[in-house]
Protein backbone atom coordinates (compact mmCIF):
# COMPACT_ATOMS: atom_id res chain seq x y z
CA UNK A 1 0.00 0.00 0.00
CA UNK A 2 1.63 3.24 -1.00
CA UNK A 3 0.36 6.80 0.53
CA UNK A 4 1.32 10.17 0.13
CA UNK A 5 1.46 12.22 2.15
CA UNK A 6 1.98 16.56 1.54
CA UNK A 7 3.55 18.83 4.50
CA UNK A 8 6.21 17.57 6.86
CA UNK A 9 6.38 19.94 9.74
CA UNK A 10 6.16 18.52 13.13
CA UNK A 11 2.72 16.65 13.01
CA UNK A 12 3.71 15.48 9.42
CA UNK A 13 7.06 14.28 9.80
CA UNK A 14 5.77 12.06 13.43
CA UNK A 15 3.11 10.69 11.50
CA UNK A 16 5.09 9.89 8.47
CA UNK A 17 7.59 7.95 10.79
CA UNK A 18 4.67 6.50 12.56
CA UNK A 19 3.03 5.01 9.17
CA UNK A 20 5.92 4.13 7.71
CA UNK A 21 7.41 2.02 10.75
CA UNK A 22 4.03 0.45 10.51
CA UNK A 23 4.88 -1.05 7.00
CA UNK A 24 2.93 1.65 4.92
CA UNK A 25 5.04 2.91 1.74
CA UNK A 26 4.71 6.30 1.54
CA UNK A 27 5.78 9.01 -0.96
CA UNK A 28 6.32 12.52 0.71
CA UNK A 29 6.51 16.08 -0.28
CA UNK A 30 7.27 19.44 1.50
CA UNK A 31 7.87 22.40 -0.32
CA UNK A 32 10.91 23.09 2.15
CA UNK A 33 13.01 20.59 0.92
CA UNK A 34 15.35 20.17 4.17
CA UNK A 35 12.27 18.83 5.85
CA UNK A 36 12.52 16.29 3.29
CA UNK A 37 16.01 15.60 3.70
CA UNK A 38 15.30 15.06 7.65
CA UNK A 39 13.20 12.60 7.45
CA UNK A 40 15.14 10.90 5.55
CA UNK A 41 17.88 10.62 8.01
CA UNK A 42 15.61 9.46 10.72
CA UNK A 43 14.03 6.75 9.04
CA UNK A 44 17.51 5.81 8.18
CA UNK A 45 18.18 6.19 12.00
CA UNK A 46 15.04 3.59 12.34
CA UNK A 47 16.04 1.28 9.57
CA UNK A 48 12.93 1.83 7.53
CA UNK A 49 14.43 4.28 4.39
CA UNK A 50 13.33 1.77 1.62
CA UNK A 51 9.50 2.43 2.32
CA UNK A 52 10.41 6.29 1.82
CA UNK A 53 10.61 8.34 -1.08
CA UNK A 54 10.32 11.56 -1.03
CA UNK A 55 9.86 13.97 -4.30
CA UNK A 56 10.54 17.00 -5.50
CA UNK A 57 7.30 18.44 -6.83
CA UNK A 58 3.44 17.50 -6.68
CA UNK A 59 3.65 16.29 -10.05
CA UNK A 60 6.44 13.68 -9.01
CA UNK A 61 4.56 12.95 -6.68
CA UNK A 62 1.20 11.80 -8.77
CA UNK A 63 3.11 10.21 -11.34
CA UNK A 64 4.35 7.89 -8.64
CA UNK A 65 1.53 6.61 -7.34
CA UNK A 66 -0.87 3.89 -9.19
CA UNK A 67 -5.00 4.84 -8.86
CA UNK A 68 -6.89 4.63 -6.71
CA UNK A 69 -4.12 7.09 -5.15
CA UNK A 70 -4.58 8.04 -1.55
CA UNK A 71 -3.03 11.52 -0.06
CA UNK A 72 -2.94 12.76 3.35
CA UNK A 73 -2.86 16.93 3.93
CA UNK A 74 -0.68 17.92 7.04
CA UNK A 75 -0.33 21.32 6.16
CA UNK A 76 -1.94 24.31 8.01
CA UNK A 77 -5.47 24.91 7.81
CA UNK A 78 -6.77 27.53 5.26
CA UNK A 79 -5.63 28.20 2.00
CA UNK A 80 -2.98 26.13 1.48
CA UNK A 81 -5.32 23.46 1.54
CA UNK A 82 -7.09 24.70 -1.39
CA UNK A 83 -3.68 25.44 -3.19
CA UNK A 84 -2.81 21.87 -2.64
CA UNK A 85 -5.44 20.49 -3.64
CA UNK A 86 -5.26 22.35 -6.59
CA UNK A 87 -2.09 21.83 -7.50
CA UNK A 88 -3.02 17.70 -7.01
CA UNK A 89 -5.41 18.26 -9.82
CA UNK A 90 -3.36 20.20 -12.13
CA UNK A 91 -0.64 17.35 -11.56
CA UNK A 92 -3.25 14.67 -12.18
CA UNK A 93 -5.63 13.70 -9.31
CA UNK A 94 -9.09 12.42 -10.21
CA UNK A 95 -12.28 10.83 -9.54
CA UNK A 96 -11.46 7.58 -7.61
CA UNK A 97 -8.41 9.19 -5.89
CA UNK A 98 -9.15 10.31 -1.92
CA UNK A 99 -7.78 13.64 -0.46
CA UNK A 100 -7.49 13.78 3.56
CA UNK A 101 -6.76 16.90 5.13
CA UNK A 102 -5.47 15.95 8.48
CA UNK A 103 -4.66 19.58 9.45
CA UNK A 104 -6.85 21.53 12.41
CA UNK A 105 -9.34 23.30 9.98
CA UNK A 106 -13.04 24.58 10.11
CA UNK A 107 -15.16 22.23 9.93
CA UNK A 108 -17.37 25.11 7.67
CA UNK A 109 -14.14 24.78 5.17
CA UNK A 110 -14.39 21.09 4.94
CA UNK A 111 -18.07 20.70 4.04
CA UNK A 112 -17.44 23.99 1.32
CA UNK A 113 -14.90 21.48 -0.36
CA UNK A 114 -16.56 18.26 -0.25
CA UNK A 115 -18.67 20.29 -2.62
CA UNK A 116 -16.08 21.89 -4.30
CA UNK A 117 -14.23 18.87 -5.47
CA UNK A 118 -16.94 16.37 -5.39
CA UNK A 119 -16.34 16.15 -9.26
CA UNK A 120 -12.95 15.59 -9.04
CA UNK A 121 -11.30 13.84 -6.28
CA UNK A 122 -12.48 12.45 -2.81
CA UNK A 123 -12.39 14.96 -0.40
CA UNK A 124 -12.25 13.63 3.56
CA UNK A 125 -11.54 15.05 6.66
CA UNK A 126 -9.82 13.71 9.51
CA UNK A 127 -8.62 15.82 12.95
CA UNK A 128 -5.47 14.81 14.96
CA UNK A 129 -4.95 15.28 18.10
CA UNK A 130 -1.67 14.50 20.58
CA UNK A 131 1.26 16.78 19.26
CA UNK A 132 4.09 15.66 17.77
CA UNK A 133 4.11 13.02 20.21
CA UNK A 134 1.07 11.57 19.78
CA UNK A 135 1.57 11.38 16.20
CA UNK A 136 5.12 9.59 16.10
CA UNK A 137 3.59 6.78 18.44
CA UNK A 138 0.00 6.74 18.95
CA UNK A 139 -2.39 9.97 17.63
CA UNK A 140 -6.56 10.03 18.42
CA UNK A 141 -7.84 10.32 15.37
CA UNK A 142 -11.50 11.67 14.99
CA UNK A 143 -12.57 11.14 11.11
CA UNK A 144 -15.25 11.62 9.62
CA UNK A 145 -17.24 10.85 6.12
CA UNK A 146 -17.63 7.41 3.86
CA UNK A 147 -16.09 8.68 1.11
CA UNK A 148 -15.13 5.75 -1.07
CA UNK A 149 -11.22 5.52 -0.70
CA UNK A 150 -11.60 5.45 3.09
CA UNK A 151 -11.89 1.54 3.00
CA UNK A 152 -8.19 1.55 2.03
CA UNK A 153 -7.33 3.92 4.60
CA UNK A 154 -8.58 2.82 7.81
CA UNK A 155 -7.23 -0.47 8.15
CA UNK A 156 -3.22 1.74 8.54
CA UNK A 157 -5.00 4.34 10.84
CA UNK A 158 -6.65 2.02 12.97
CA UNK A 159 -2.45 0.91 12.74
CA UNK A 160 -1.49 4.41 13.61
CA UNK A 161 -3.40 5.62 16.16
CA UNK A 162 -3.01 5.04 20.13
CA UNK A 163 -4.44 1.89 21.37
CA UNK A 164 -6.69 1.84 24.20
CA UNK A 165 -7.47 -1.66 26.09
CA UNK A 166 -7.21 -3.19 22.93
CA UNK A 167 -9.16 -0.51 20.99
CA UNK A 168 -7.93 1.86 18.71
CA UNK A 169 -8.77 5.48 19.09
CA UNK A 170 -9.17 6.02 15.33
CA UNK A 171 -12.66 5.95 14.24
CA UNK A 172 -15.35 7.47 11.61
CA UNK A 173 -17.44 9.33 14.18
CA UNK A 174 -20.22 10.46 11.81
CA UNK A 175 -20.52 12.26 8.51
CA UNK A 176 -19.54 14.54 6.51
CA UNK A 177 -16.93 16.79 8.35
CA UNK A 178 -18.13 16.17 11.32
CA UNK A 179 -14.48 14.60 12.34
CA UNK A 180 -13.11 17.94 12.50
CA UNK A 181 -16.13 19.75 14.44
CA UNK A 182 -15.49 16.96 17.04
CA UNK A 183 -11.54 17.66 17.10
CA UNK A 184 -12.52 21.43 17.42
CA UNK A 185 -14.82 20.47 20.74
CA UNK A 186 -11.96 18.75 21.86
CA UNK A 187 -9.86 21.96 21.55
CA UNK A 188 -12.79 23.58 23.39
CA UNK A 189 -12.40 21.13 25.72
CA UNK A 190 -8.95 21.41 26.38
CA UNK A 191 -8.76 25.06 26.60
CA UNK A 192 -11.69 24.49 29.86
CA UNK A 193 -9.82 21.78 31.16
CA UNK A 194 -6.46 23.58 31.20
CA UNK A 195 -7.69 27.01 32.70
CA UNK A 196 -9.73 24.67 35.51
CA UNK A 197 -6.07 23.26 36.73
CA UNK A 198 -4.62 26.95 36.72
CA UNK A 199 -7.56 28.22 38.85
CA UNK A 200 -6.78 25.50 40.74
CA UNK A 201 -3.53 26.24 41.19
CA UNK A 202 -4.06 29.42 41.39
CA UNK A 203 -6.33 28.93 44.67
CA UNK A 204 -4.00 26.92 46.12
CA UNK A 205 -1.12 28.93 45.17
CA UNK A 206 -2.06 32.27 46.16
CA UNK A 207 -5.26 31.64 48.21
CA UNK A 208 -3.98 28.99 50.44
CA UNK A 209 -0.29 30.42 49.94
CA UNK A 210 1.56 27.16 48.85
CA UNK A 211 4.62 26.85 46.89
CA UNK A 212 4.42 25.63 43.10
CA UNK A 213 6.43 22.21 44.26
CA UNK A 214 3.54 22.03 46.88
CA UNK A 215 0.79 22.10 44.29
CA UNK A 216 2.65 19.56 41.81
CA UNK A 217 2.65 16.76 45.24
CA UNK A 218 -0.91 17.67 45.63
CA UNK A 219 -1.54 16.90 41.96
CA UNK A 220 0.58 14.10 42.10
CA UNK A 221 -1.27 12.47 44.26
CA UNK A 222 -4.29 13.16 42.64
CA UNK A 223 -2.92 11.74 39.28
CA UNK A 224 -2.33 8.47 41.86
CA UNK A 225 -5.65 7.93 41.52
CA UNK A 226 -9.12 8.55 39.42
CA UNK A 227 -8.63 12.12 38.42
CA UNK A 228 -5.25 10.85 36.17
CA UNK A 229 -5.17 12.60 33.05
CA UNK A 230 -2.60 13.41 30.53
CA UNK A 231 -3.23 17.78 31.46
CA UNK A 232 -3.35 17.19 35.06
CA UNK A 233 0.21 15.31 34.86
CA UNK A 234 1.81 17.71 32.61
CA UNK A 235 0.63 20.14 34.93
CA UNK A 236 2.21 18.57 38.05
CA UNK A 237 5.71 18.36 36.04
CA UNK A 238 5.31 22.10 34.84
CA UNK A 239 5.32 22.90 38.60
CA UNK A 240 7.61 20.43 40.08
CA UNK A 241 10.34 22.35 37.40
CA UNK A 242 12.86 25.54 39.06
CA UNK A 243 15.60 27.09 37.14
CA UNK A 244 19.15 27.16 38.56
CA UNK A 245 18.42 29.65 41.55
CA UNK A 246 15.74 28.06 42.43
CA UNK A 247 13.09 30.24 40.67
CA UNK A 248 9.99 27.95 39.90
CA UNK A 249 9.73 27.70 36.11
CA UNK A 250 6.16 29.25 36.38
CA UNK A 251 7.27 32.63 37.43
CA UNK A 252 9.23 32.78 34.59
CA UNK A 253 6.94 32.75 32.13
CA UNK A 254 4.23 35.80 30.92
CA UNK A 255 1.18 35.95 31.62
CA UNK A 256 -0.25 36.52 28.28
CA UNK A 257 -2.31 33.54 27.28
CA UNK A 258 -1.80 32.56 22.90
CA UNK A 259 -4.21 30.40 20.92
CA UNK A 260 -4.52 29.53 17.14
CA UNK A 261 -8.41 29.59 17.13
CA UNK A 262 -10.16 26.46 17.64
CA UNK A 263 -11.35 27.67 21.32
CA UNK A 264 -13.06 30.61 19.29
CA UNK A 265 -14.43 28.45 17.27
CA UNK A 266 -15.77 26.27 19.58
CA UNK A 267 -17.44 29.39 21.37
CA UNK A 268 -18.62 30.33 18.33
CA UNK A 269 -20.25 27.74 16.97
CA UNK A 270 -22.19 26.96 20.41
CA UNK A 271 -23.31 30.57 20.22
CA UNK A 272 -24.48 30.22 17.03
CA UNK A 273 -26.35 26.79 17.59
CA UNK A 274 -27.55 28.00 20.84
CA UNK A 275 -25.84 25.56 23.16
CA UNK A 276 -24.67 26.45 26.42
CA UNK A 277 -20.83 25.44 27.02
CA UNK A 278 -20.23 28.50 29.59
CA UNK A 279 -16.91 26.37 30.65
CA UNK A 280 -15.58 26.58 27.30
CA UNK A 281 -16.33 30.22 26.42
CA UNK A 282 -15.35 31.15 29.66
CA UNK A 283 -12.21 29.77 28.97
CA UNK A 284 -11.75 31.28 25.80
CA UNK A 285 -12.65 34.57 27.62
CA UNK A 286 -10.15 33.94 30.29
CA UNK A 287 -7.18 33.77 27.63
CA UNK A 288 -8.60 36.93 26.00
CA UNK A 289 -8.48 38.58 29.48
CA UNK A 290 -4.82 37.51 29.96
CA UNK A 291 -4.03 39.84 27.12
CA UNK A 292 -5.75 43.32 28.45
CA UNK A 293 -3.12 43.93 31.27
CA UNK A 294 0.40 44.29 31.20
CA UNK A 295 2.72 41.75 32.08
CA UNK A 296 4.37 43.76 34.88
CA UNK A 297 0.98 44.47 36.00
CA UNK A 298 0.25 41.12 35.64
CA UNK A 299 2.97 39.95 37.81
CA UNK A 300 2.60 42.26 40.52
CA UNK A 301 -1.01 41.02 40.67
CA UNK A 302 -0.33 37.50 40.39
CA UNK A 303 2.41 37.31 43.43
CA UNK A 304 1.88 39.79 45.38
CA UNK A 305 -1.41 39.43 46.26
CA UNK A 306 -2.44 42.55 47.86
CA UNK A 307 -6.32 42.50 47.03
CA UNK A 308 -6.43 39.10 48.04
CA UNK A 309 -7.41 37.00 51.05
CA UNK A 310 -6.03 33.54 52.41
CA UNK A 311 -8.61 30.62 53.21
CA UNK A 312 -8.07 27.21 54.28
CA UNK A 313 -9.20 24.66 51.63
CA UNK A 314 -10.28 21.26 52.67
CA UNK A 315 -8.19 19.27 50.01
CA UNK A 316 -10.61 16.40 49.45
CA UNK A 317 -13.73 18.96 48.77
CA UNK A 318 -11.20 20.56 46.22
CA UNK A 319 -10.49 17.46 44.73
CA UNK A 320 -13.44 16.35 44.38
CA UNK A 321 -14.67 19.35 42.63
CA UNK A 322 -12.17 19.39 40.77
CA UNK A 323 -13.31 15.98 39.72
CA UNK A 324 -16.97 17.01 38.90
CA UNK A 325 -16.34 20.13 37.16
CA UNK A 326 -13.76 18.32 34.95
CA UNK A 327 -16.72 16.00 34.13
CA UNK A 328 -19.28 19.19 33.02
CA UNK A 329 -16.49 20.57 31.22
CA UNK A 330 -16.73 16.78 28.70
CA UNK A 331 -20.48 17.41 29.47
CA UNK A 332 -20.60 20.49 27.79
CA UNK A 333 -18.78 19.48 24.95
CA UNK A 334 -20.58 16.60 24.13
CA UNK A 335 -24.00 18.24 24.32
CA UNK A 336 -22.60 21.03 21.62
CA UNK A 337 -21.29 17.73 19.71
CA UNK A 338 -24.91 15.92 19.69
CA UNK A 339 -26.47 19.51 18.70
CA UNK A 340 -24.58 19.77 15.81
CA UNK A 341 -24.67 16.65 14.99
CA UNK A 342 -28.80 16.69 14.98
CA UNK A 343 -28.98 20.12 13.24
CA UNK A 344 -26.27 18.88 10.45
CA UNK A 345 -27.18 15.47 10.20
CA UNK A 346 -24.22 13.95 11.01
CA UNK A 347 -25.35 10.89 12.74
CA UNK A 348 -22.57 11.72 15.02
CA UNK A 349 -21.72 7.94 17.29
CA UNK A 350 -21.10 9.96 21.11
CA UNK A 351 -19.77 6.31 22.30
CA UNK A 352 -17.12 6.19 19.05
CA UNK A 353 -15.90 9.79 19.89
CA UNK A 354 -15.25 9.12 23.16
CA UNK A 355 -13.64 5.95 22.03
CA UNK A 356 -11.01 8.10 20.37
CA UNK A 357 -10.49 10.73 23.52
CA UNK A 358 -9.55 7.67 25.36
CA UNK A 359 -5.55 7.80 24.97
CA UNK A 360 -3.07 9.68 22.16
CA UNK A 361 -5.56 12.59 22.65
CA UNK A 362 -4.59 15.98 24.74
CA UNK A 363 -7.89 15.26 26.84
CA UNK A 364 -7.12 11.97 27.21
CA UNK A 365 -8.05 10.96 31.14
CA UNK A 366 -9.25 8.21 33.58
CA UNK A 367 -12.20 9.62 33.99
CA UNK A 368 -13.70 9.07 30.66
CA UNK A 369 -15.07 5.72 31.72
CA UNK A 370 -17.49 8.08 34.41
CA UNK A 371 -18.11 10.04 31.43
CA UNK A 372 -19.74 7.01 29.12
CA UNK A 373 -21.55 6.24 31.68
CA UNK A 374 -23.70 9.35 30.66
CA UNK A 375 -25.50 12.53 31.65
CA UNK A 376 -27.82 10.55 33.92
CA UNK A 377 -24.43 9.26 35.97
CA UNK A 378 -23.12 12.79 35.97
CA UNK A 379 -25.66 14.34 37.65
CA UNK A 380 -26.45 11.78 40.54
CA UNK A 381 -22.99 13.33 42.02
CA UNK A 382 -24.32 14.70 44.98
CA UNK A 383 -21.43 14.98 47.09
CA UNK A 384 -19.34 16.57 44.11
CA UNK A 385 -21.93 19.03 43.26
CA UNK A 386 -22.04 20.24 46.60
CA UNK A 387 -17.66 20.32 46.86
CA UNK A 388 -18.00 22.27 43.81
CA UNK A 389 -20.56 24.59 45.12
CA UNK A 390 -18.45 24.88 48.44
CA UNK A 391 -15.42 25.00 46.47
CA UNK A 392 -16.23 27.99 44.20
CA UNK A 393 -18.44 29.66 46.85
CA UNK A 394 -14.11 30.01 49.11
CA UNK A 395 -12.62 30.62 46.09
CA UNK A 396 -14.70 33.99 44.98
CA UNK A 397 -13.99 34.50 48.75
CA UNK A 398 -10.43 35.06 48.06
CA UNK A 399 -10.70 38.25 45.62
CA UNK A 400 -9.10 36.16 42.88
CA UNK A 401 -10.55 35.48 39.16
CA UNK A 402 -11.93 31.54 38.74
CA UNK A 403 -13.99 32.37 35.35
CA UNK A 404 -14.05 28.60 34.43
CA UNK A 405 -15.01 27.32 37.89
CA UNK A 406 -17.66 29.65 38.28
CA UNK A 407 -19.16 28.86 34.78
CA UNK A 408 -19.26 25.49 35.48
CA UNK A 409 -20.68 25.82 38.82
CA UNK A 410 -23.34 28.18 37.19
CA UNK A 411 -24.23 25.47 34.30
CA UNK A 412 -25.03 23.20 36.71
CA UNK A 413 -27.14 25.39 39.42
CA UNK A 414 -28.78 26.17 36.04
CA UNK A 415 -29.75 22.74 34.64
CA UNK A 416 -30.42 21.85 38.65
CA UNK A 417 -32.32 24.22 40.41
CA UNK A 418 -35.15 26.47 39.28
CA UNK A 419 -35.09 28.77 36.13
CA UNK A 420 -35.80 32.62 36.78
CA UNK A 421 -36.14 32.67 32.62
CA UNK A 422 -39.72 33.55 33.26
CA UNK A 423 -39.08 37.03 34.65
CA UNK A 424 -36.61 37.84 31.05
CA UNK A 425 -39.41 36.55 28.95
CA UNK A 426 -41.91 39.26 30.67
CA UNK A 427 -39.66 41.76 30.30
CA UNK A 428 -39.32 40.99 26.70
CA UNK A 429 -42.93 40.53 26.29
CA UNK A 430 -43.39 44.06 28.17
CA UNK A 431 -41.41 46.46 26.43
CA UNK A 432 -40.93 44.93 23.15
CA UNK A 433 -44.63 42.28 22.70
CA UNK A 434 -42.56 39.65 22.29
CA UNK A 435 -44.75 36.56 23.35
CA UNK A 436 -44.80 34.12 25.86
CA UNK A 437 -45.30 31.26 26.56
CA UNK A 438 -48.21 29.95 30.00
CA UNK A 439 -47.26 26.48 31.44
CA UNK A 440 -49.97 25.08 29.54
CA UNK A 441 -47.89 25.74 26.67
CA UNK A 442 -50.40 28.63 25.19
CA UNK A 443 -48.44 31.43 23.12
CA UNK A 444 -50.23 34.65 24.70
CA UNK A 445 -49.32 38.35 25.75
CA UNK A 446 -48.94 39.76 29.51
CA UNK A 447 -52.29 41.62 28.63
CA UNK A 448 -53.77 37.86 28.23
CA UNK A 449 -52.60 37.22 31.56
CA UNK A 450 -53.57 40.38 33.68
CA UNK A 451 -54.34 43.79 33.38
CA UNK A 452 -52.21 46.31 32.05
CA UNK A 453 -53.59 50.03 31.42
CA UNK A 454 -50.71 52.06 31.64
CA UNK A 455 -47.08 50.67 31.30
CA UNK A 456 -44.13 51.89 32.99
CA UNK A 457 -42.61 54.67 30.23
C1 LIG B 1 -3.99 18.51 20.00
C2 LIG B 1 -3.96 19.96 20.35
C3 LIG B 1 -3.40 20.76 19.25
C4 LIG B 1 -2.99 22.15 19.69
C5 LIG B 1 -3.95 23.19 19.25
C6 LIG B 1 -4.44 24.19 20.25
O1 LIG B 1 -5.09 17.98 20.10
O2 LIG B 1 -2.96 17.93 19.66
O3 LIG B 1 -5.25 20.43 20.61
O4 LIG B 1 -4.29 20.73 18.18
O5 LIG B 1 -2.50 22.24 20.94
O6 LIG B 1 -3.27 23.78 18.19
O7 LIG B 1 -3.55 25.19 20.38
P1 LIG B 1 -3.81 26.65 20.91
O8 LIG B 1 -3.80 26.56 22.40
O9 LIG B 1 -2.62 27.37 20.37
O10 LIG B 1 -5.08 27.17 20.35
Not at 157 to 171: H, L, T, W
Not at 261 to 278: D, F, K, M, S, Y
Not at 434 to 456: M, N, R, Y
Amino acid sequence: MQVALVGLGVMGKNLALNLIEKGMTLVAYDKNPDAGAELISCAQSLGVEERLHIVSDLGDMVRRLEPPRSVLLLVPAGELVDSVCNELIEAGVSKGDIIVDCGNSNYKDGIARKLKYQNKFEFATMGISGGAEGARHGPAMMASGSEGGWERLVPWFEKVAASYNGESCFARVGQSASGHFVKMVHNGIEYALMQLIAEVYHLLRIGTGRSPKEVAEIFESWSEGELNSYLLSISRHILSLEDGNQTPLVDLIDNKVGAKGTGLWTAQNALELGIAVPSLVAAVQARHLTNTISTLAAKEMTYQAKETKKIDIDLDELKSAFYFASLLCYRQGLALIKGASRSHQWKVDLAKTLQTWRAGCIIRADYLDDIAKGVDFIDTLEAEAHALRSITGQAIQTGLAFPVLASTQTYIATLSTPSNGHLVQAQRDYFGEHGIKTHSGETSHLTDLVDLPEKVR
